[in-house]
């Protein structure tokens, strides 16, 4: 399928920092693109350059087969952008908020009252339209960004963590509302750095570190990427007359290695992660090494691969750090 | 300009939802005629002479002074934020920050057309015997102080900053330019570089209208700020970086 955004070679420095290091990828029509990566990876350097509010050193952009530089106009048309803070005229109603920024696209007249219309459904704001934004709770005021965002509907919406801040619940209505813009029809490229969002809402992942990409494909790709490894999480009961616990541990670990197939070993209080390679069999093994050492396993579970898992397989640092 | 109207609407609107901005162009302006007008009365002929020389001093200094209500219009805080959806959008450009100028233009003249009249009715001062002309001649003093605020704004990429300077180069415009206490009375060395000060070409200009009737630096006057506004223009479409709002 044509790409209905195609980034090739983007590269930004700031005073001698590189922050994207010649960046590539394809947005398809009708996807949700999650950007994922710690603060300070370069994702919102990618999307200020995507919206076109900062200029690239090198690299291009593509829309519709099309540089956006050919006609710049055209391009800010189709998108809508939802930015990571909140920016809307506090002092202004919702509805008089979503008026001028949809007017802002050339909307004018019953073209607008519906689009406004239709974005205040879309926030679930119909009742409180002539209230000030002041008035509002966070969240409230997170769902009007967005429909600020897509009252002229735009071909793609680009979101730049548009949940930082808050509580789970309303987060979740957020992250509904953007598979319901998906399902309308509307491209989504969101960056964020909370892995239970990616795992929600995208159809593809890009991970993002450093300026660089280190990975790109679907959720099930990713984790496949790293499907070659299994791992397994043992509780152990860690005896009170033990004199020294780091003695005990240490054995453990040794032991552990010396099992056929085991890659890593890392231990966290009573917590014994053992990695090993998919395909062996080895929890025999594994159980042996810790009994053997004096340590009763209270508990035994098989972990399933997830994205956080390909996150610190990838770059080697859990994604909050 | 079909892009351009609703943003200068919204702009003109913000300005004038802002009570500080008002109180500035209004209360303090005027209170300052008042008071310094009555502190400085013994030193002219009577109290009505020292309130015709503030009245104008100071609203020229007011007019200079339009430079930071034009920082605030372009990179206040509250209103950074919602202005970078402008930048989004595909009216974004220059129509941003000419809207910044035109609309704290628009908000400056207003109010201190109010307060030129407060004064002729209650302190009566005079503005000669063509008040429209003096009003005509507010307009460039007025467009003056916004191009050169947004002009700031483009240059030094900070609302903080540019006020702060802005607010300095005024100041020194306006003691040199004789707001304060006239710079002949200082000396020839200190009335010739006084001349070098768009605010004394204005209040000799001002004055020479309200006190002798005499319209001879009119052009001179308006002709000169009209060319430099079109500089301070051209520098604000040559420095404006959109990702200045980011």
Redesign the interface.
Known sequence: MESLLSVRGLTKSFKGNQVLCGIGFDVIPGEVLCILGPNGAGKSTTINILTATLAADKGEIRFGGKPITDNLRAYKQQLGIVPQDIALYEELSAERNLRFFASLYGLRGSRLDAAVEEALAFAELVDRRHDQVKTFSGGMKRRLNIACAIAHHPTLVIMDEPTVGIDPQRRNHILESILRLRDGGTTVIYTTHYMEEVGAISSRIIVLDHGAIIAEGTKESLKESIASERHCLVEVDVPETTSDDTTVLRSVRESLFSVDGVKSVSIEGATIDVTSVAGIENVDGIVSAIVGQGLPIKNMTSVPVSLEMVFLKLTGRKLRD | M??FL??FE?DVR?LF?NPVLIGYNTVFAGGLILIIGWLMGDSYARVSDAYQYYAITLLVYGTFSGAMTATNCFMER??K??N?????????GSSVWLSKMLASFVFDYALHIVLLILCGTLLGVTFGSNPLAFIVLMAPAELFGTALGTFGCCVLHSEELASTVLSLVVSLLCVLGGTFFSPDALGGPVATISLLSPVRWFDDAFFAMACDNDLSSFWPVFLGCSVAIAVLVIGCKHFFR??D??
């Not at chain 2, 970078?84 to 974004?92: Q, V």
Request: hydrophobic letters at 35%; charged letters at 30%.
């Open positions: 079909r892009d609703p943003i919204m913000n939802r509250d209103i934020k919602p970078l959806r402008i930048i989004y959008s595909p009216a974004g959109t990702e709002y980011l």
